[in-house]
């Protein structure tokens, strides 16, 4: 009796889970399109699962370092270059750099105080056996020792080849290079045999304490600094009204008269933050173009050539009457640069000086790719100081958004205030770009597209099959186990 019972509950247990794996073979023609959409869902959360790996992070590093001592007293300038500084070792991937003027208490220096003309940090090979010229000021390393390992262009040799630089903007500024990607750096592949990674440093600052003319100091206006030759001792260029070749290293600004001030002591603190380099890391190029590039085209041995000529600076003419009513007084200055490859933008940042208004990127037919817009402050505080630019807004497009191709022209634009006129400006616009997009990025498209694809009811269709599904797995898991306990062996189906 208790055998035939058996064999009833174990037919009767067979055809449940018979018409249940048989119901939806039953659906009407008018639902099976649902069907078909919702197993679109169930590949498409499988493929979103796909996209958790890279996701989870990285152990990230950091380390603040401080660079070498300089003293400033009021309208003096600290422009020196600095070889050998303190730098993260090993093959790693860059993930920010931040840096702020601070005094010898460690307290931020506010930009009305010591203005941050601009910091750059740039890579090098230096010869094993020969001497660091540690904190060398500004003498030049013998070529033999020194091997340049700039940033992967577009301006010409020696020209704005830093992997990081900012200027007044720097507390305010984003630098993070977001997960998976990061600037590899100290890759044994790489270094040339017979020298060793490191870092140069350069830092131009102004001490504007009791100026007498604190924005034409910080403009470096050269009347404002009695020069008339550069710093190499060449007579400067007709009608050149301000700019870098007026205040370099050592010169003075014109101050107040009666006005007295303490020399003190400053240094740049510099936080690095970065990870072990991992092969899920996908590698990013620095790319910096310069509103002012003029490229010249050419053919050669090797084919098409492209020389550019980044004049790094400019001058901003006050605007006329009818410009007032024509444009509100705005100064725009365009170029067309050429990108040496093709890749992915991943983050993009633009650098101006007081007076801009914002600057952007496009493609040839006017498509904007990214804006970057300066934030001025209103107070008086380390990092919000009126009147200053003290942050530059950043592009982190989607990841495969983005995409250059190869020998693509891109056009840059800067745009600044001239209802007054601006010596020595700047207009460069910093990218990273990968050059593929992460494998989960693509699993994350994939069900992105499906997502839309699929209408909302169909959606909820799928949403009750992924029910139906784990209830059948728990009836018959259920049932398979009362049996088990009943002294039957698990039903096979």
């Not at 931040?98 to 940090?121: F, K, Q, R, S």
């Not at 290079?177 to 890759?187: A, K, L, R, S, T």
């Not at 100064?331 to 600057?359: C, D, E, F, L, W």
Request: net charge neutral.
């Amino acid at each position: 009796m208790r055998k035939n019972q058996g064999d009833a509950r174990r037919q009767e247990l067979k055809l449940t889970v018979f018409h249940s794996l048989k119901r939806p073979l039953t659906i009407q023609s008018a639902d099976m399109r649902n069907f078909s959409q919702g197993w679109k869902i169930l590949v498409a959360i499988f493929l979103l699962g796909l996209s958790f790996p890279y996701s989870q992070g990285y152990n990230v590093k950091s380390k603040v370092f401080l660079s070498p001592k300089f003293v400033l007293g009021p309208g003096s300038v600290e422009n020196k270059v600095y070889y050998g500084i303190d730098f993260p070792r090993g093959h790693i991937a860059l993930k920010s750099f931040n840096a702020e003027v601070i005094d010898e208490a460690g307290y931020p220096v506010p930009l009305h105080e010591t203005y941050l003309h601009h910091w750059v940090v740039e890579r090098y090979y230096g010869r094993k056996d020969a001497e660091v010229l540690e904190y060398n000021g500004n003498r030049l390393l013998r070529e033999s020792d020194y091997i340049s390992a700039r940033n992967d262009g577009v301006c010409q040799r020696n020209c704005l080849g830093q992997f990081f630089g900012l200027g007044s903007e720097t507390r305010g500024t984003a630098t993070h290079i977001p997960d998976p990607y990061g600037i590899e750096i100290g890759n044994p592949a790489t270094i040339p045999a017979g020298y060793e990674e490191r870092w140069v440093l350069n830092v131009h600052a102004i001490d504007t304490r009791g100026v007498e003319d604190r924005l034409g100091c910080t403009e470096c206006k050269c009347d404002l600094y009695n020069v008339t030759v550069d710093e190499y001792g060449k007579p400067l260029r007709p009608n050149y009204r301000g700019g870098l070749s007026c205040c370099y290293d050592r010169t003075q600004c014109r101050v107040s008269n009666g006005f007295e001030g303490a020399r003190r002591s400053l240094y740049l603190r510099y936080t690095i933050k970065w990870v072990d380099w991992d092969t899920s890391i996908v590698p990013v190029k620095i790319y910096i173009f310069d509103v002012t590039d003029n490229e010249t085209r050419f053919s050669d041995s090797t084919g098409f050539s492209i020389q550019h000529h980044c004049q790094v600076e400019y001058y901003v003419e006050p605007c006329k009457a009818n410009d007032v009513a024509d444009n509100g007084c705005v100064h725009t200055k365009r170029t067309s640069v050429t990108m040496p490859t093709s890749g992915y933008i991943i983050y993009g940042v633009a650098h101006q000086h007081s007076g801009g208004i914002g600057a952007a990127l496009y493609r040839e037919d006017g498509q904007l790719m990214c804006s970057s817009i300066p934030a001025y402050g209103n107070g008086k505080e380390a990092g919000n100081e009126a009147g200053y630019i003290v942050g530059m807004s950043t592009c982190y497009p989607k990841p495969g958004f983005l995409r250059i191709t190869d020998k693509e022209i891109l056009i840059v634009e800067s745009n600044y205030s001239s209802s007054r006129d601006h010596t020595g400006v700047m207009g460069l616009f910093y990218i990273l770009v990968a050059d593929r997009v992460p494998l989960s990025s693509s699993f994350l498209d994939v069900f992105n597209k499906m997502y839309n694809d699929i209408n909302h009811s169909a959606f909820v269709w799928g949403a009750f099959v992924l029910a139906g599904v784990a209830i059948i797995a728990a009836a018959v898991g259920y049932r398979c186990r009362n049996k088990y306990e009943d002294g039957y062996q698990p039903i096979m189906i």
